[in-house]
């Protein structure tokens, strides 16, 4: 953000008049007005008339000096700079003792972006005249610039010092604040500025920046406001407006702020990037991407707007689109760390872990205190099954952010696959702590207090998931578990029902319900169950395990078969499926197959005991 404006450079009035010596012509007389500033011009005009005073051979040294000072000013004005150096230097030349011109020539020199020499300039003034306000300013400035924001504090200070009611100074001093992060500074001297200049629209613009960056976000739409009433033909400030706005979810009002920014100034690239924020919040995602893809037009080494563009595709679902402009975003940006961790996000969700994984990892090396990438990277090394591992990236995010209450979900869960109930119970309390009415939380300790063994425990959880939460279906099916657990087979169906009323296509709950139907002998009710649960997820292979084995006890042995060898068929490693085809085999009297099934179980899970008293009692084992 640049300044308002460095402090103009200062045209001199003539220290001696040597009209008592050499009559004036009338002409003279006027172009000596212009030259010092007395009378109105434009820049040309203003060259004009130092020329001619320059050529009459009336003015010697001070007053020559002067006069080229003042010409210098002109140029400067007018654009041309190597003049204005020239005549600066020339003024110096005849006056080396001229604080202004060395002052002035370090101006053209910052504008330039030549902040060394315009600081050796400015301190040359200095020396030769302590006491001008305006001379410590513009060194600030050029402080600032090279960030040097200390020393250029210290400068504003003493221009402060000199004149109390600098405004310009505060502004500036302002700016460097906000630069530093020190906001409540920064608000304040914008503050300062605005109370001896209330017309200063740049003041209260950048004002409502800080207090935007400091969240107060409704005093920011206020000063915004206010600058748009004495600037109604600032799109910047619309543009600004309309973020803040958009941060307090008044999406259609910033909306508006957006239109009239790119409406004021076409070109405006931001306006066209923030419209789209906008747009995807909206999600009208097609509209979104069009004006990204506007930025991407004025600008194309708009990163960001490759970024946000990628972020559109990837919620439309077109994951490919989304990589190559999060991959272009890179491509411009290597060290851009948000980049790095969307396409991740894309890379997961394509179904590409070890990509999302690797673009994770170099998102926390850019950035290694980005908390929302440990807290993603720890996910997938957790569906890896890389407890160790996922838990680790927890802990660091937590380290980092232990107010973010989802990772203690995250990392009870890791903890609880891992086998450890207690260290798993423990982050799902503290989650609780953090926000009682997390129902989730609720949920996930009840599922680890079941494992546990603590059923009754489990379901005074699932009773407090579904207080919060009376549409859980899942806390409903996973309570009806429970229950069964405790053979209450009647509270396990009424909750079974529930969720199915809350889910009508929930294959799980049809599936659970059965299993409760049949531990109550009520077959043709529990293979509807089981039936509908297939219907619904026709690879469902719990379904068909306990549907098979239904089939089998009703003396159905090939519907057994059939259901048994599609679990197989999808999950060759299901040491499970294997006894249930072995005992299915062996009351068919086929001996040689129940054995084969039965030491394929005992080879997948060495644990499988009822394989193995059946291979022994074929004579197998």
């Given at each position: 953000m640049m300044r308002e404006k460095y402090a103009p450079a200062l045209a001199a009035t003539l220290l001696l008049c040597l009209c008592n010596a050499i009559p004036l012509h009338a002409q003279s007389a006027q172009d000596e007005k212009i030259c010092t500033g007395g009378t109105p011009a434009n820049a040309e005009e203003q060259v004009a008339a130092c020329t001619a005073l320059i050529k009459s051979g009336r003015y010697k040294d001070q007053n020559l000096a002067i006069i080229h000072n003042n010409r210098g000013v002109a140029y400067r004005d007018g654009g041309k700079t190597d003049e204005a150096l020239a005549d600066y230097g020339e003024a110096i030349r005849l006056n080396p003792s001229y604080a202004r011109a060395f002052a002035n020539r370090g101006t053209v020199y910052f504008e330039r972006g030549d902040f060394d020499r315009a600081i050796a300039e400015y301190d040359q003034s200095l020396r030769l005249d302590p006491n001008i306000a305006a001379t410590y300013m513009r060194r600030a400035n050029a402080l600032d610039e090279k960030g040097e924001r200390q020393r250029a504090i210290a400068d504003y200070d003493q221009a402060i010092?000199?004149?109390?009611?600098?405004?310009?100074?505060?502004?500036?001093?302002?700016?460097?604040?906000?630069?530093?992060?020190?906001?409540d500074r920064a608000i304040a001297d914008f503050s300062r500025a605005l109370k001896l200049d209330p017309g200063h629209a740049a003041a209260y613009n950048l004002r409502g920046l800080s207090l935007y960056e400091s969240g107060a976000r409704e005093g920011a739409v206020a000063d915004y406001t206010e600058a748009i009433r004495l600037d109604p033909n600032s799109a910047a400030?619309?543009?600004?407006?309309?973020?803040?706005?958009?941060?307090?979810?008044?999406?259609?009002?910033?909306?508006?702020?957006?239109?009239q920014a790119v409406k004021l100034d076409a070109k405006l690239t931001i306006a066209y990037n923030n419209r789209g924020l906008v747009r995807a919040d909206k999600k009208d995602f097609d509209r979104a991407i069009a004006d990204y893809g506007q930025a991407i037009k004025l600008d194309p080494k708009y990163a960001a707007a490759y970024n946000n563009r990628g972020n559109a595709f990837d919620e439309k679902g077109d994951r490919t689109r989304a990589i190559a402009d999060y991959d272009q975003a890179i491509k411009l940006d290597p060290n851009y760390a948000i980049a790095f961790y969307n396409r991740a996000t894309a890379y997961r969700r394509k179904g590409e872990p070890d990509r999302a994984l690797a673009d994770y990892s170099e998102a926390l090396r850019l950035d290694p205190n980005y908390v929302a990438a440990y807290g993603e990277r720890g996910l997938i090394t957790y569906e890896k099954k890389d407890y160790d591992r996922a838990i680790a990236d927890f802990d660091q995010a937590l380290r980092l952010d232990p107010k973010q209450v989802i990772l203690y979900i995250d990392r009870g869960n890791a903890w609880d696959d891992k086998g450890d109930r207690d260290h798993a119970i423990a982050d799902y309390s503290e989650a609780l702590r953090r926000d009682p009415q997390?129902?989730?939380a609720y949920y996930n300790r009840a599922i680890a207090y079941r494992r546990k063994g603590e059923v009754d425990r489990a379901i005074a959880d699932y009773d407090q998931a579904i207080l919060i939460n009376p549409k859980y279906a899942s806390a409903y099916n996973n309570r009806g578990i429970a229950y069964e657990d405790k053979r209450d087979y009647d509270r396990a169906i009424v909750d079974y029902n529930e969720a199915i009323k809350l889910e009508p296509n929930n294959a799980v709950a049809y599936n659970n319900r059965g299993n409760a139907f049949r531990a109550k002998n009520d077959v043709e009710r529990a293979l509807a169950d089981y039936d509908r649960a297939i219907t619904l997820k026709p690879d469902y292979g719990?379904?068909?395990?306990?549907?098979?084995?239904?089939?089998?006890?009703?003396?159905?042995?090939?519907e057994a078969l059939t259901d048994i060898n599609k679990v197989i068929a999808s999950d060759a490693r299901n040491a499970s499926a294997y006894g249930r085809r072995g005992q299915i085999f062996e009351w068919l009297g086929q001996r040689d197959k129940a054995m084969a099934d039965f030491r394929k179980a005992i080879e997948l899970d060495p644990g499988a005991q009822e394989a193995a008293d059946a291979l022994k009692r074929l004579g197998g084992g």
């Amino acid at each position: 953000m640049m300044r308002e404006k460095y402090a103009p450079a200062l045209a001199a009035t003539l220290l001696l008049c040597l009209c008592n010596a050499i009559p004036l012509h009338a002409q003279s007389a006027q172009d000596e007005k212009i030259c010092t500033g007395g009378t109105p011009a434009n820049a040309e005009e203003q060259v004009a008339a130092c020329t001619a005073l320059i050529k009459s051979g009336r003015y010697k040294d001070q007053n020559l000096a002067i006069i080229h000072n003042n010409r210098g000013v002109a140029y400067r004005d007018g654009g041309k700079t190597d003049e204005a150096l020239a005549d600066y230097g020339e003024a110096i030349r005849l006056n080396p003792s001229y604080a202004r011109a060395f002052a002035n020539r370090g101006t053209v020199y910052f504008e330039r972006g030549d902040f060394d020499r315009a600081i050796a300039e400015y301190d040359q003034s200095l020396r030769l005249d302590p006491n001008i306000a305006a001379t410590y300013m513009r060194r600030a400035n050029a402080l600032d610039e090279k960030g040097e924001r200390q020393r250029a504090i210290a400068d504003y200070d003493q221009a402060i010092r000199i004149n109390p009611d600098y405004t310009l100074a505060y502004f500036n001093r302002a700016v460097t604040f906000r630069r530093l992060g020190q906001l409540d500074r920064a608000i304040a001297d914008f503050s300062r500025a605005l109370k001896l200049d209330p017309g200063h629209a740049a003041a209260y613009n950048l004002r409502g920046l800080s207090l935007y960056e400091s969240g107060a976000r409704e005093g920011a739409v206020a000063d915004y406001t206010e600058a748009i009433r004495l600037d109604p033909n600032s799109a910047a400030i619309y543009n600004n407006r309309g973020n803040a706005l958009r941060s307090l979810g008044e999406l259609d009002k910033a909306l508006a702020d957006f239109d009239q920014a790119v409406k004021l100034d076409a070109k405006l690239t931001i306006a066209y990037n923030n419209r789209g924020l906008v747009r995807a919040d909206k999600k009208d995602f097609d509209r979104a991407i069009a004006d990204y893809g506007q930025a991407i037009k004025l600008d194309p080494k708009y990163a960001a707007a490759y970024n946000n563009r990628g972020n559109a595709f990837d919620e439309k679902g077109d994951r490919t689109r989304a990589i190559a402009d999060y991959d272009q975003a890179i491509k411009l940006d290597p060290n851009y760390a948000i980049a790095f961790y969307n396409r991740a996000t894309a890379y997961r969700r394509k179904g590409e872990p070890d990509r999302a994984l690797a673009d994770y990892s170099e998102a926390l090396r850019l950035d290694p205190n980005y908390v929302a990438a440990y807290g993603e990277r720890g996910l997938i090394t957790y569906e890896k099954k890389d407890y160790d591992r996922a838990i680790a990236d927890f802990d660091q995010a937590l380290r980092l952010d232990p107010k973010q209450v989802i990772l203690y979900i995250d990392r009870g869960n890791a903890w609880d696959d891992k086998g450890d109930r207690d260290h798993a119970i423990a982050d799902y309390s503290e989650a609780l702590r953090r926000d009682p009415q997390y129902a989730a939380a609720y949920y996930n300790r009840a599922i680890a207090y079941r494992r546990k063994g603590e059923v009754d425990r489990a379901i005074a959880d699932y009773d407090q998931a579904i207080l919060i939460n009376p549409k859980y279906a899942s806390a409903y099916n996973n309570r009806g578990i429970a229950y069964e657990d405790k053979r209450d087979y009647d509270r396990a169906i009424v909750d079974y029902n529930e969720a199915i009323k809350l889910e009508p296509n929930n294959a799980v709950a049809y599936n659970n319900r059965g299993n409760a139907f049949r531990a109550k002998n009520d077959v043709e009710r529990a293979l509807a169950d089981y039936d509908r649960a297939i219907t619904l997820k026709p690879d469902y292979g719990l379904a068909l395990f306990n549907r098979s084995w239904l089939h089998h006890l009703a003396g159905r042995s090939s519907e057994a078969l059939t259901d048994i060898n599609k679990v197989i068929a999808s999950d060759a490693r299901n040491a499970s499926a294997y006894g249930r085809r072995g005992q299915i085999f062996e009351w068919l009297g086929q001996r040689d197959k129940a054995m084969a099934d039965f030491r394929k179980a005992i080879e997948l899970d060495p644990g499988a005991q009822e394989a193995a008293d059946a291979l022994k009692r074929l004579g197998g084992g």
